[in-house]
């Protein structure tokens, strides 16, 4: 069985720019969520969607959004790039039962110059 | 407020000794869920362990154990004979589920564990 996938796996903006992240949930799982990772603030959550729907938002700006597909594929985008935004970007997935395993991908590493 | 609390933040042992790392979560839900991850350098946060608030049985898995306390909100985590290989971060997580919210982890900051030869 596949794991999550996300792509791309490093990439380098410049500030200013946009950026999108894709994922790719384990099949059959329809909750993603997507996580931040910096050394200084930890692994913070960003938001969470389910069949196509935004469930829960984390304390982040508007610059940060996302969507899923009915595939429940989920693409993350930011813009108007900061420095601080570089980061390791995670993202989750999970079958719809609470308390089932939440699995993530192998992340995407983004360096905002 | 944080809601995971990993007071180590680096622990460093021997191979083959026993590693413990804790976690003090906190919550008002009565039915939510506990995990441990491993993060390894290249980034993946690799699932080992999950337990639901309604059983306080501990287990062991492998070389893993855990004991999860209810009245102390507690979830610690035992590497047992540690290897070099299990030289990464640990994170502890917390899921909610009284709000709707069980798709979303609240992490601690997690442990650094390093394990020499």
New interface residues.
Partial sequence: KAGVTQTPRYLIKTRGQQVTLSCSPISGHRSVSWYQQTPGQGLQFLFEYFSETQRNKGNFPGRFSGRQFSNSRSEMNVSTLELGDSALYLCASSPEIPGNTIYFGEGSWLTVV | AQKVTQAQTEISVVEKEDVTLDCVYETRDT?Y?L?W?KQPP??????LI?R?SFDEQNEISGRYSWNFQKSTSSFNFTITASQVVDSAVY?CAL?E?ET???????????TQVVVTP
């Fill in positions: 039915t869920y995990f991850y290249s980034g993946e946060l690799v699932f999950r639901n994170f899921s589920t709707d919210s069980w798709g979303k982890l609240q992490f601690g900051a997690g």
